[in-house]
């Protein structure tokens, strides 16, 4: 409330100042004319301009009308058309383009004052000083500064939508820190389930080993046995974080904390802890990527603590065998007696094996594949990873791979900036607007549309800015002819006042030509052409001064023959 209050006041000011401005050109107006009807021609522009200014804001298509009209009555009175209402008339147009985005309305309004400004003169039966002022001047008071209006405000659009289109950008920029936020929570919950759950399951065999030893007492048992429990609800609590922390399918768990042991390292932890675990390593070993390397670690690992989990007394045999081009991991765990606790593969149908979910997401995306599932001899988890990770093979939801993001240093490695994830088929981001926008963006590449709405306020600017500079040539390449040859025919007809008296009635016209202008004036008023001449005269009317929109005195010479038979004056003004 307090801020619509504080516009309502900021306007209430700006229009108090736009009147005090057009109020005190009206004034200076007044002043110069002289005028001897201070209501009609003060105080009446005056109320009206206190109407009209406001409605400027609501209703500026009415107000542009209302000032018009002050002009009209320019164009009624005798003595000249001009007046200091067009300044009001181009400042209320110039608001009428700033403040009404369409422009068929708008013209629509210009035209119908365009045409009532000539319909007065039609009716009035105006001299041609007042149809050149209705054509020319009037017209322009109208287009020109409704086309800068127009302009000024594509321009404002266009700095309103940059400043925007940067806050989104800011926007996006918190959001791209975010998800590198929640990635690092998904990397940490990735490894507290690879690494931590995986020791945790050993140390809770070998606890339950230790509760088998017939050298123990029965309160040493029960102390084991608590232990045992106190792991097992650590594990629990682990894999609830974990499912708290998890992010969604599609990220990239390929990357997070290095991995310092190798395969036989946890194979020989896992021995050692007393799990019947057999393996084997068939064919030579290649040179394999360490992401490549970490995924068959991260296999053997979940596969090891879902057997330990799962069916604890049970053997495992783990093989892994080395082709040419991609190296084959096979986890084999015999199935629980009957009776026993459930075997590895009830694990994800009972909702609560994610690390076998998240496993798959990581040989999927090094570029291979993994099998899980009953079969001949117990539980299977069979991975085929190559020995290169590769990214055609990857299916779904591409996942944000390492990019160098714009602003950022090279080798700082995080979340790919939006241009990056717009170009990857599938990803829902939205190209970055700025490159969008730059010349050189690759054809096929599709406009967000925050770019589309910039370049079309763009396209709109140019296309203002063009019309306001063609508009005038248009309007000069029309009006000026004709206002050229209407000066030259005002000009070449005045005949000076002391030429004027050296004309003597009597004479003939050879012997006055040098003092006559080249031509008479063609477009005396209709109270000079009514006024008594001499019968048989003919009579032609030549201007008394240069002034091109006010009226001036005509001389009248009344001819008979050649002969000059009288000469008079007829004054500008009705009588």
Not at 147 to 157: D, F, K, P
Not at 185 to 209: N, Y
Not at 480 to 509: C, H, I, K, M
Request: glycine share 8%; aromatic share 4%.
């Amino acid at each position: 409330m307090l801020n619509t209050r504080t516009t309502s006041a900021r306007s209430a000011r700006r229009d108090a100042a736009l009147w005090t401005v057009l109020a005190a050109a009206t004034g200076y107006g007044f002043r110069d004319a002289g005028s001897a009807s201070p209501a009609l021609d003060l105080v009446l522009p005056l109320a009206v301009l206190a109407v009209a200014v406001p409605w400027s804001r609501r209703r500026p298509g009415a107000a542009v009308v209302l000032v018009n009209g002050l002009c009209v009555m320019g164009l009624a009175d005798a003595s000249t058309p001009g007046n200091a209402h067009v300044l009001s008339l181009a400042a209320l147009s110039c608001l009428l383009g700033a403040r009404v985005a369409e422009a068929r309305r708008p013209l629509l309004v210009l035209a119908a004052c365009a045409a009532v400004d000539l319909a007065t003169c039609a009716v009035l039966r105006a001299q041609p000083v007042w149809w050149f002022y209705a054509l020319t001047v009037l017209p322009a008071a109208l287009l020109l500064p409704w086309l800068a209006g127009r302009h000024w405000r594509g321009r404002r659009q266009l700095v309103r939508e940059g400043w925007r289109l940067a806050r989104g950008l800011e926007e996006r920029q918190h959001l791209v820190a975010e998800r590198a936020r929640l990635t690092e929570r998904a990397e940490i919950a990735a490894d507290m389930h690879d690494s931590l759950g995986h020791a945790l399951s050993l140390v809770a065999l070998r606890a339950g080993a230790l509760e088998l030893s017939p050298d123990l007492t029965d309160r040493d048992r029960a102390d084991l046995a608590d232990l045992r429990g106190t792991i097992a609800d650590a594990v629990e609590q682990v894999r609830e974080t974990v499912a708290v922390l998890q992010d969604p399918p599609g990220r990239d768990t390929g990357a997070g904390l290095p991995v310092n042991d190798t395969v036989e390292d946890l194979l020989s932890r896992a021995v050692a802890s007393g799990v019947p675990v057999r393996w084997e390593r068939r064919g030579a070993s290649p040179p394999l990527s360490c992401l490549v390397e970490r995924g068959l670690y991260r296999v053997v690992q979940e596969a090891l603590t879902n057997a330990t989990k799962h069916a604890p007394d049970c053997s495992i045999s783990v093989r892994i065998t080395h082709e040419p081009d991609r190296t084959r991991v096979s986890v084999v765990n015999a199935v629980p007696s009957a009776g026993g606790p459930a075997h590895a593969g009830a694990g994800p149908a009972s909702g609560v094996g994610r690390g076998l979910i998240g496993l798959q997401e990581r040989v999927t995306v090094l570029g291979g594949s993994l099998r899980t599932g009953s079969g001949s001899g117990g539980f299977h988890v069979t991975a085929v990873l190559p020995h290169r990770a590769t990214t055609a093979a990857r299916t779904g939801t591409p996942a944000p791979r390492p990019v160098t993001a714009p602003g950022r240093p090279a080798g700082i490695h995080g979340p790919a900036s939006p241009s990056e994830t717009a170009r990857r088929p599938g990803w829902g981001m939205a190209p970055d607007p700025i490159r969008a926008m730059d010349p050189d963006t690759a054809p096929g590449e599709v406009l967000p549309e925050s770019a589309e709405r910039l370049a079309s306020v763009r396209s709109d600017a140019r296309r203002r800015s063009a019309l306001a500079f063609v508009a005038p040539v248009v309007a000069a390449v029309f009006f000026v002819p004709s206002a050229v040859y209407l000066a030259w025919q005002l000009t070449t007809s005045v005949l000076p006042p002391a030429r004027f008296d050296e004309l003597t009635t009597g004479r003939p016209r050879t012997e006055l030509a040098p003092l006559l202008p080249a031509r008479a004036y063609p477009y005396p008023s209709g109270h000079a052409r009514s006024a008594p001449r001499p019968p048989g005269a003919r009579c032609e009317f030549y201007r008394s001064g240069r002034d091109l929109l006010g009226e001036v005195d005509l001389y009248r010479l009344c001819w008979s023959g050649d002969t000059l038979l009288t000469k008079d004056t007829v004054p500008a003004g009705r009588p």
